[in-house]
């Protein structure tokens, strides 16, 4: 039904200053001496990627090639140097935002603050309070302070707030570790369900077994540009064949 | 290039190049973000008394607490201002409630800085809730203040009623101000540090303990009005010590530097915040 991703030539350059500027007092003391002298890194070079609603889309990339920074400019977490992004529907980085979590507070009061850090209103939540509680299973201590949770339930909690609301686009890059089998099951049929209803979803993983198994179509970063875009199995073959080009060329300098 | 389409069911929500000025797309998406601002106030406040006995009243006595030994100390160096208590105290909630939300706004933001990097959130949110904080410990303790002012036999007059601009003008500083220092706060660790510093220097230049005619003449004039702190005190006392309304000479500077210093610090901080996820 058309895009919900565009992404136009988008480039990310960071820019840090030569000298290792810590402090505030180390940048005035650079500054006054006028000589700050700066080294870029293009943390992305000139991608352009569309992804449409319903596709699981396979990022696959050595460590450092700019997949978490494509996912930080899809988030809105980072603004592009160059290029423009386009976006329809909310991102859903699919976290458990734990650090959003105040031990004092009960379970449902952390429920509405990290609701509100996910950008719900007050109303999204009430709508959603008793599936939040069901899915995390915690009926019976929702009203105790966190502090008493133990880390399984927090984590559960967390997962359960951050995917109660279905995601226009949903953002997987971390392994599903969280709580015991039965809730790792829920999780898993939870954002299948996402997927079947039209979710757009981004998989990024090391393990390029697991792209292949759960996406039709794959994208190849390497330093910051993309190097390759289609059918998984096509994208996954060129990557691991410079994967292991790379090996044995390190493997002969032994 | 392929056009993205909005449908009735979902709305198109984010296109990097179209724009507007940082300043107001910033105040747009705080405002969509204020059930954020007000459950981080309320966080704030509740977890404060949570754990405590004497609950909301800690709130009222605790601040106070602390005043009231220093105005026991100071009343006798100062016998000759009428009602020292008052002179102090009213200055002093004043004060705490600027070096408190100033310092909060930074450990807030720096804190919030930890979970843009991965998903986005408006930042000036967590200055907003900070000052949000200090305003309701700030009315709160106005009643043990208005309370002990009558007690010494301060007069207390229709200019309580000007309280209100005088908080309003506070915040609007207190929130500039604060909006500038996080933004440094975010490059720089050692902000909050030199802050600590520049905070205690700043509250003795500021005629809160002493009363201003013991400063020498000769510089008087310039180390009050120079001072922006000084005026936002002073709108704050004439009401509670004077009884009277701010006279124009404090009320005209202060309400420019107030404005002008919540402008500014909104716009810095609103173009410096593009680059914060690259920073963090």
Same mark, same amino acid.
């Given at each position: 039904?058309?895009p919900?991703?565009? $992404? ?19 940048? =005035? ?40 920074? $494509? ?21 859903s980085?699919?976290l ?32 959603r ?6 899915? =995390?299973d915690?009926?019976?201590?929702i ?11 927090? =984590? ?48 990024v993983?090391h ?29 996954? =073959? $060129? ?15 032994l | 290039?392929? +056009? ?10 984010y ?22 601002? /007000? ?35 100071f ?21 705490t ?20 990097r ?9 200055s ?16 043990p203040?208005? @309370?002990?002012?009558l ?57 809160i ?7 020498? +003449? ?14 936002? @005190? ?34 810095? /901080?609103?173009?410096?915040a593009? +680059? ?5």
């Amino acid at each position: 039904m058309g895009p919900v991703i565009v $992404l136009d030539n988008i480039s990310v350059r960071y820019r840090a200053p030569e000298a290792k500027i810590g402090t505030f007092k180390e940048y =005035a003391i650079q500054a006054l001496k006028r000589n700050m002298r700066f080294k870029e890194f293009n943390a992305l070079n000139n991608v352009s990627l569309q992804v449409d609603e319903g596709e699981i889309l396979g990022i696959v990339g050595r460590n450092g090639a700019g997949k978490s920074t $494509l996912l930080k400019v899809i988030a809105r977490v980072l603004i592009p140097t160059e290029g423009r992004v386009r976006l329809r529907g909310r991102v859903s980085p699919l976290l458990q935002l734990g650090a959003g979590f105040h031990p004092e507070l009960t379970g449902m009061e952390n429920i509405f603050l990290n609701g509100a850090l996910l950008g719900r209103t007050r109303r999204e939540i009430e709508s959603r309070l008793e599936d939040i509680v069901e899915f =995390a299973d915690l009926e019976a201590f929702i009203h105790s302070p966190l502090r008493t949770y133990s880390s399984g339930m927090v =984590a559960r909690l967390g997962f359960s707030i951050a995917t109660t609301w279905k995601p226009d686009i949903l953002i997987l890059d971390e392994i599903l570790s969280v709580g015991d089998e039965n809730f790792r099951e829920k999780c898993s049929l939870r954002i299948e369900s996402f997927q079947k209803e039209g979710a757009a979803t981004l998989l990024v993983s090391h393990h390029s077994s697991s792209i292949e198994t759960m996406c039709s179509r794959a994208i190849w970063l390497d330093h910051g540009t993309m190097k390759a875009d289609g059918a998984v199995k096509d994208v996954v =073959a $060129l990557y691991r064949q410079s994967e292991r080009g790379r090996n044995k060329q390190q493997g002969k300098s032994l | 290039m392929t +056009e993205i389409q909005p449908t009735q069911d979902t709305e198109f929500t984010y296109d990097s190049q179209q724009r507007k000025s940082p300043a107001l797309e910033e105040l747009l998406d705080v405002i969509k973000y204020r059930d954020l601002i /007000f459950q981080l106030v309320r966080r704030d406040i509740v977890t404060r008394y949570k754990r405590s006995i004497l609950g909301i009243a800690w709130t009222m006595l605790q601040p106070l607490g602390m005043m009231l030994i220093m105005a026991i100390v100071f009343s006798t160096l100062f016998q000759r201002v009428e009602g020292y208590v008052a002179y102090l105290l009213s200055g002093l909630v004043a004060w705490t409630f600027f070096a408190q939300t100033t310092n909060a706004a930074i450990f807030q933001t720096v804190w919030g800085g930890s979970l843009i990097r991965r998903i986005h959130i408006p930042m000036t949110t967590f200055s907003i809730s900070s000052i949000g904080t200090g305003v309701i410990n700030l009315a709160l303790s106005l009643i043990p203040l208005l @309370i002990i002012a009558l007690i010494v036999g301060r007069p207390i007059t229709w200019a309580i009623l000007f309280l209100p601009v005088s908080f309003l003008l506070i915040t609007a500083f207190a929130l500039g101000v604060s909006l500038i220092l996080s933004t440094m706060a975010v490059y720089f660790p050692d902000i909050k540090e030199m802050y600590q510093i520049i905070i205690q220097a700043w509250m003795y230049l500021t005629p809160i303990i002493y009363p201003a005619d013991i400063l020498p +003449e000769t510089y008087r004039f310039w180390i009050l009005h120079l001072n922006p702190m000084y005026y936002m @005190i002073s709108m704050f006392r004439a009401p509670i010590y004077y009884g009277m309304l701010p006279s124009p000479d404090i009320l005209i500077p202060g309400t420019l530097i107030s404005l002008a210093t919540l402008l500014a610090g909104w716009i810095y /901080f609103a173009n410096k915040a593009d +680059e914060f996820g690259y920073k963090i």
